[in-house]
C-alpha cells in the first residue's frame, strides 16, 4: 500500500521509501523530512486534480507532488 491509497484522516506507518529506481539523494531528502521506517503518516488532504498531498509527519504538514508520494511504502 502506498500513501495515496490513505483517504482523508487515514493513518499509516511507514514500511518502505521507492524501490531500486528512486534516485539516492531523493531517498536521502526525504528521509530528511521525517518519512523513516516506523514513522506515522496522517493523510491530510489531497489537491482536487490528483497534483499533490498534504501529510502530516512528526508533527509538521508537508506537501508532496503525487509521483513522489507513490513511492511511499506504508501499512496501517
Known amino acids: 500500500m502506498v500513501v ?3 483517504g482523508q484522516g487515514q493513518s499509516g506507518c511507514v514500511t518502505q521509501l521507492g524501490d531500486d529506481s528512486l ?12 518519512f ?5 503518516i496522517t493523510m ?8 499533490a498531498v498534504q501529510l502530516q509527519v512528526r508533527g ?3 506537501c508532496l507532488n503525487n509521483k513522489l508520494a ?5 501499512e496501517v
Do not use: E, Y
Not at 534516485?23 to 521525517?34: D, E, S
Not at 491530510?44 to 497534483?51: D, H, K, M, T, Y
Not at 507513490?70 to 506504508?74: E, G, P, R, W
Open 36 to 40: 523513516t521506517r516506523g514513522s506515522k
Open 4 to 6: 495515496l491509497d490513505l
Open 23 to 34: 534516485p539516492l539523494a531523493l531517498k536521502r531528502r526525504l528521509m530528511a523530512l521525517g
Open 70 to 74: 507513490a513511492q511511499i511504502q506504508i
Open 60 to 62: 509538521a504538514n508537508l
Open 44 to 51: 491530510v488532504r489531497s489537491a482536487p486534480l490528483g497534483g
